[in-house]
Every structure is written in structure tokens, then in C-alpha cells.
T-cell receptor
Framework: KAGVTQTPRYLIKTRGQQVTLSCSPI?????VSWYQQTPGQGLQFLFE???????NKGNFPGRFSGRQFSNSRSEMNVSTLELGDSALYLC????????????FGPGTRLTVT | QQPVQSPQAVILREGEDAVINCSSS?????VHWYRQKHGEAPVFLMI?????EQKGHEKISASFNEKKQQSSLYLTASQLSYSGTYFC???????????????FGQGTILTVHP
């Protein structure tokens, strides 16, 4: 099976702009989780989607939002970008059967200038 | 609360063994272990569930002490390819009820030299 794919891989934006990142899970995986990774804070959970519904959300401001489509693909959006939003954004998909392990995509490296 | 990993960094020669520990102050349902190489995605290694079920890498083993909320990852006969940052991710809700949320430790940097 193909792995988790994320687009774009790299992105440079300026403060105040908004950005949309895309994630396609492993075929058959219906849950998609998003994480932010920074050197200072490490890996932090943003939110999780299943069947087009957000089931869980981490401690991030409302500028961070997401959605999931009927084919399980997911997008996350960050509005009014701040310098501190510069990070690697990772999505992970889960089959929701058995042991619930998560498989990560390669990430989108976002740089805010 | 973020789980605490120790040590923060390990340097090994090929063939040597290492143990990485992960400790949480919360009751855990499962512990997930990942390895991340620079510029790459975290790669799933092992999952340990409350009650003893495990699933993961053939050449890597781990333990989960449910009473102490601690897990250890055992890397034996290390290879150059083992170099990277190891993360533990913990889940407090049973059987998928954490809804995708893993809480990760700060990572342990493992370097294997020839």
C-alpha cells in the first residue's frame, strides 16, 4: 500500500497570510490526526478527524482548523499566520482496527517570514 | 502532561546495546514508539498495550510496566541505521477512545558510530 502523502512538502508564507495543507491517508485508513513539530515544543497534537468529523482537538488557537472529506483525505488551514507557526506539520493515519497504530506522512515544512 | 524520556542522548558503537525509557505521570492505555531521522517522518516501531499486547518491529523489543506507567525500548546489536531520534507517544484512553491523540515525549537522540 502507498504511504501517507502530504502536499506541499515545503511552503514559505508571510505573516498575516493563510495556508492550507493537504494529507492523503493510507488506503483504507479512516482516521487522520495532525501534529505540529517544532524544536522547542516537540510533537504536539492539533486535531483528529474521522468520517468527516473532528473528534478531538489539542490546545491550539482557533486560527488552526481542519476538515476531512468523504474519501478520508484531510486538510488543515492556518489563518493569520504568525512567525511562531513555522514548523513541520505532520499528519498520521490510523486504520481504526486492532492496535490503532499511527503512520506518519513526510510532513509539510512551513516557514513564516 | 508530556511523558519524560531518558536519556536525552545516547552515543553507541555498532553492535552495542541501548535502552530508552519513557515515563508518564498519567495512567496509560498504550505506548507507541517511533524513530525519526533528520528531515524525515517519524516511523512506527512498536506499540504496547495495557494487558500485554504488542505489535512492532522484529529486531526491536520493548516493555510496558502498567503499574509504574513506564515503558522501555531495547535496541540490541545496534546498527548504523538505528541512528535517529526516538519518541514515545502515550495514549490514556482505552481502545481508540483517545481519538487520535498521542502525547509525545521530548525525544532521545541516538547516534551509532562505526
Amino acid at each position: 500500500k502507498a504511504g501517507v502523502t502530504q502536499t506541499p512538502r515545503y511552503l514559505i508564507k508571510t505573516r498575516g497570510q493563510q495556508v492550507t495543507l493537504s494529507c492523503s491517508p493510507i488506503s483504507g485508513h479512516r482516521s487522520v490526526s495532525w501534529y505540529q513539530q517544532t524544536p522547542g515544543q516537540g510533537l504536539q497534537f492539533l486535531f483528529e478527524y474521522f468520517s468527516e468529523t473532528q473528534r478531538n482537538k489539542g490546545n491550539f488557537p482557533g486560527r488552526f482548523s481542519g476538515r476531512q472529506f468523504s474519501n478520508s483525505r484531510s486538510e488543515m488551514n492556518v489563518s493569520t499566520l504568525e512567525l511562531g507557526d513555522s514548523a513541520l506539520y505532520l499528519c498520521a493515519s490510523t486504520e481504526l482496527a486492532g492496535t490503532y497504530e499511527q503512520y506518519f506522512g513526510p510532513g509539510t515544512r512551513l516557514t513564516v517570514t | 502532561q508530556q511523558p519524560v524520556q531518558s536519556p536525552q542522548a545516547v552515543i553507541l558503537r555498532e553492535g552495542e546495546d541501548a535502552v530508552i525509557n519513557c515515563s508518564s505521570s498519567k495512567a496509560l492505555y498504550s505506548v507507541h514508539w517511533y524513530r525519526q531521522k533528520h528531515g524525515e517522518a517519524p516511523v512506527f516501531l512498536m506499540i504496547l498495550l495495557k494487558g500485554g499486547e504488542q505489535k512492532g518491529h522484529e529486531k526491536i523489543s520493548a516493555s510496558f510496566n502498567e503499574k509504574k506507567q513506564q515503558s522501555s525500548l531495547y535496541l540490541t546489536a545496534s546498527q548504523l541505521s538505528y541512528s535517529g531520534t526516538y519518541f514515545c507517544g502515550t495514549e490514556s484512553g482505552a481502545g481508540g477512545t483517545s481519538y487520535g491523540k498521542l502525547t509525545f515525549g521530548q525525544g532521545t537522540i541516538l547516534t551509532v558510530h562505526p
